[in-house]
């Protein structure tokens, strides 16, 4: 994959990331998030490293938070489809006749 610059801003300051083209549109996605629960934080009297951990903290917890709870688990997701995988499998063959030999 193609590695491109992309241009971000957080807090009026503009910083330029190297990212894969693929990844370009979430990485902006993320910045304006950030930018947006920095400018909030800042509201409510944060500053300087404190205003960065707290932004920092809130998503992390947002994450965590979608992960246990709200997330969608690939895993089992891979797991189910594999049994009706194998349960359309048995099906088939139950209902084909057996070809002749």
Known sequence: MAEVRVEVALRGKTYR???DEADAPLLQDAARLLDERLARLSGEGLSGEKLLLWAAFEIATELIRTQR???FDIAAFQRRIERMGARLDRLLAECQPPLPR
Request: glycine share 16%; aromatic share 0%; hydrophobic share 15%.
């Open 69 to 71: 709870h709200e997330g």
């Open 17 to 19: 990331l190297t990212c």
